[in-house]
């Protein structure tokens, strides 16, 4: 099912787009000046033509930043004139539906000329005046899909930035050009940012010319820097490779020099669309270029009236089109951060979904496991997903795999040396994967082993310290594998923390305890911190296991408290990729949970949100190519 290592093939992405109300790809340009502000939202479609009246914004201003999901546009901050008219205000409008805007929040403080863009799932503003003397280098950002006022991000590296330019990957941000403070006042600078990651932006290179008031516009893998001032106006593009740091090489050219255009930029992935600005006097043009070609802009187009200093946004934010996950333009290599979250909570269930650790969003469908059925145990190399055991309703030895490069439906692996549910699942190194205890129904002290590239069914490797199930596995090193918690065969929760040496067969060792007795909970790790997470401490009070502790896997001891998850629940999935852990789902009765929230195991703190399962779910399995001892 894969397509040149992409995750989706030509099949998936047809059915999305005719989802999508017939899939189609819609850029939109708010605001601006004409001279005098106005609120008007103009309408196209990337097949070309003049632009239709879509509505208009909550209140007339120009110099906004715009940025864009599948289904909503959004424009941040601007101005209605002169200082005292600085913005915080952010609205938002539905693609799909012609109207006016409606409000979305506020940034953290008000700001003419800023910069940014989006990924689909966040977008994010930077720089801008907040007065008449005074510039800013803060970064706001907000979630797309959820209503509410910004969040620091970070800031800008060394200047502060106005009327500069954005452009967007899937992943990363680009923020180029524009206004400094002090002399010369024209900069040449650009700075990114990693999107999922709130942090101050970083140098990427320069552009050719030190130059304000451009356009930015960009696929999922190129940015184009269009016009702007230097102060003279001019024609010039400018290109370069999103993932690639360095210097910006000429394109080619605007069909006339021109200024002002703000970020009045959109895409649909295939060329970069520029609308408006002064060329001196205001302009109606639209003008378009390939991504792919360069040379000089074709006439796109009109507006429906003649503006400058707009903003704009397009449902292919961030290079994707309508309908497109974010993981569809990951190219997928081991060891990349690919996650699956084995569905087997109940009801029984044989789903998998997927997510991409490195970039927030959704899970998206992976296939079905051999089998439905619930608490199963998840483990991983690099390249292939496994989970062993659980219960349909009866007890299963079930060890189940994937290829972690190819979306579609497992394949038989082998068999547990016990029929067992609730085992917990280890892997620390790129060759063994363990799992350890369970119910058959009584509680088992039993661990086996596999060999993941081979085929074949488990071995005996010794036994816990004692016998318990429904305890964490998941984190480990690259020579060390570890379990915490679960519950006895007295049915009562447990802190105790189990390690072994995984290339050598024997028996675990006691290594410290949980910071309190739980059971259902999920581990995650870097190759050397191990993180615990959730979980159901007793049947009077549930919260009671709703912390997040944490070990130095080479350190004996015991865990620390790290912070809390963004919801109490019990039984979610756990995966990593060394740096980010993420906990997917879980159940808090009477509710299961869609919940996605993450963490950076470095650095103690509460998780964050991550995005949403395809579907709730409770006592979930997970695993990843890239966690512990598999940093490939």
Do not use: W
């Amino acid at each position: 099912m894969s397509n040149s290592g992409k995750l989706f093939d030509a099949k998936d992405i047809y059915k999305l787009r005719r989802n999508n109300e017939g899939g189609s790809k819609i850029g939109l340009f708010l605001g601006g000046a004409t001279p005098s502000n106005t609120a008007l939202i103009d309408k196209i479609t990337f097949n070309g033509g003049n632009a239709t009246d879509f509505g208009d914004l909550t209140l007339a201003r120009n110099q906004a930043v715009g940025g864009g999901s599948d289904t909503r546009a959004v424009a941040m901050g601007g101005t209605t004139g002169g200082p005292a008219g600085y913005q915080n205000v952010i609205d938002y409008v539905q693609f799909h539906s012609t109207g006016n805007a409606a409000d979305f929040g506020d940034l953290t403080v008000p700001k003419n000329g800023p910069a940014g863009g989006s990924n689909q799932v966040r977008a994010i503003e930077s720089g801008g005046y907040t007065s008449s003397d005074n510039t800013t280098d803060v970064i706001d950002f907000i979630t797309i899909a959820s209503t509410g006022n910004a969040t620091d991000f970070g800031n800008n590296r060394t200047v502060t930035q106005y009327t500069a330019a954005g452009a967007f990957s899937p992943t990363r941000g680009l923020l180029a050009g524009g206004d400094i403070p002090g002399s010369p006042y024209l900069s040449n600078t650009i700075n990114y940012v990693e999107i999922a990651t709130t942090s101050d932006s970083i140098d990427f290179g320069d552009l050719t010319s030190n130059i304000s008031n451009i356009c930015g516009s960009s696929s999922n893998t190129i940015a184009l820097f269009a016009g702007g001032q230097t102060p003279s106006r001019q024609s010039t593009i400018d290109r370069v490779t999103i993932s690639t740091l360095g210097n910006a090489t000429d394109f080619g050219d605007l069909l006339a020099a021109t200024n002002g255009q703000g970020d009045q930029g959109v895409s649909d992935n295939i060329r970069g669309v520029f609308a408006g600005g002064f060329a001196p006097s205001i302009q109606n043009v639209i003008q378009s270029i390939s991504f792919t070609t360069s040379g000089t802009a074709t006439d796109f187009g009109d507006l429906s009236v003649a503006k400058g200093n707009g903003t704009g946004a397009s449902n292919c934010g961030g290079g994707l089109v309508p309908g497109e996950s974010q993981l569809s333009s990951v190219t997928y290599m081991p060891g990349s951060g690919r996650g699956l979250i084995q569905k087997v909570g109940t009801p029984f269930n044989a789903n998998v979904s997927y997510i991409h650790i490195p970039t927030l969003g959704n899970s998206v469908d992976f296939g079905d496991m051999t089998q439905s059925r619930n608490y199963a145990a998840g483990a991983s190399s690099v390249t292939r997903g496994i989970a062993g055991g659980g219960s349909n309703p009866s007890v299963v030895s079930t060890i189940d795999y994937t290829e972690m490069a190819s979306r579609g439906n497992y394949a038989d692996f082998g068999d547990l040396s016990v029929s067992r549910s609730r085992p917990a699942g280890n892997v620390g190194s790129t060759t063994r994967a363990l799992f350890s205890g369970g119910d058959t129904p009584t509680k088992q002290d039993v661990i086996d082993y596999i060999t993941m590239a081979s085929v074949g069914n488990a071995t005996d490797f010794g036994n816990l310290t004692v016998a318990r199930t429904d305890a964490a596995g998941g984190l480990s090193s690259s020579t060390r594998g570890v379990v915490g918690g679960g519950a006895t065969p007295s049915s009562t929760e447990s802190n105790i923390i189990d390690y072994v040496t995984i290339a050598s067969t024997g028996n675990s060792t006691d290594f410290g305890d949980l910071s309190t007795v739980k059971t259902y909970l999920n581990g995650v790790s870097s190759s050397t911190r191990g993180v615990f997470s959730s979980g159901l401490s007793t049947p009077s009070s549930p919260y009671g296991g709703a912390v997040i502790d944490y070990i130095t896997i080479s350190s004996t001891g015991n865990a620390t408290d790290f912070g809390d998850p963004t919801q109490n629940r019990y039984g979610p999935a756990g995966m990593s990729n060394s740096i980010r852990g993420v906990f997917a789902g879980g159940r808090l009765a009477p509710n299961n949970y869609d919940v996605i929230d993450y963490i950076t195991i470095a650095s103690t703190g509460n998780a964050a949100d991550f995005g949403d399962l395809s579907n709730t779910g409770e006592c979930l399995t997970a695993a990843s190519d890239n966690h512990g001892g598999l940093q490939a």
